[in-house]
């Protein structure tokens, strides 16, 4: 199994969550024999694993609940994705997710526009100490494109890149040799394709006095390799 997983001091409570996340991850894999996984799915499948992570790991987590949100001096009701808290200490962050999916060729601007989604989603939440987007990319790679591991990791490290260079405050991937190997026709029709791994981006942000969305401080700034 590759794992790799670097959290800033501000996410560090959440790192044990997302370590047993990929044992989530590997658990459902062997059980199903490695022919489906949960981000397989959607995006709330995904969350769930990671929610039930989160009890796992110590931590007090609740998921898609009814919250206020803000934009300026407006407030309306709406649903955030996860809450998550510690049992014992005071940090707190609610998350906003989406989930994307990458293939060989996908243009670095989309990426980028990833990210601006759960910005703006995230910063309208204020109900802990913490708010922040976290983007699920899934690689899909089709089988005929005859891409090899290594090609598929540059994809996935080219995502990473331009998180890093936008600001990014927590990084979790896991991909695992025997996801690698199956191929599977997507839900919605198509050729075969593997969706060998999943990349993981967090980032903590807030809402500027103009309304926009602005990224915290203390991103992680060292280089991060996935092979």
């Not at 998350?95 to 995230?122: C, H, M, N, S």
């Not at 913490?130 to 490290?157: C, N």
């Not at 593997?194 to 500027?208: A, D, E, F, T, Y």
């Amino acid at each position: 199994m590759r794992q790799v997983s670097r959290f800033s001091s501000e996410l560090s409570f959440l790192k044990p969550a997302f370590e047993q996340f990929s044992k989530n991850l590997e658990q459902y894999g062997k059980a199903f024999k490695w022919k489906e996984l949960p981000h397989y799915f959607n995006e709330r499948a995904t969350i769930s694993f990671l929610q039930a992570a989160c009890w796992q790991s110590g931590l007090i987590s609740m998921e898609e609940y009814v919250t206020k949100k803000y934009v300026g001096e407006e407030e309306n009701d709406g649903r955030c994705d996860l809450y998550i808290c510690q049992k014992r200490g005071q940090r707190t962050v609610e998350i906003e997710a989406k989930q994307r999916l990458l293939v060989p060729g996908t243009r670095d601007g989309t990426i980028k526009g990833w990210f601006l989604e759960g910005d703006l989603d995230a910063c309208k939440n204020q109900g802990a100490d913490l708010q922040a987007s976290l983007t699920f990319v899934m690689p899909r790679v089709p089988v005929s494109a005859e891409v090899t591991e290594e090609e598929y990791l540059e994809v996935v490290q080219n995502a990473l890149n331009i998180a890093m260079e936008s600001g990014i405050h927590a990084v979790h991937f896991w991909c695992h040799p025997k996801a690698w190997k199956h191929e599977e026709e997507p839900r919605g029709g198509g050729e075969m394709a593997r969706w060998p791994g999943l990349l993981s981006l967090l980032r903590v942000v807030n809402l500027s006095e103009d309304g926009e969305a602005k990224v915290g401080p203390n991103t992680l700034n060292s280089p991060i390799r996935l092979a």
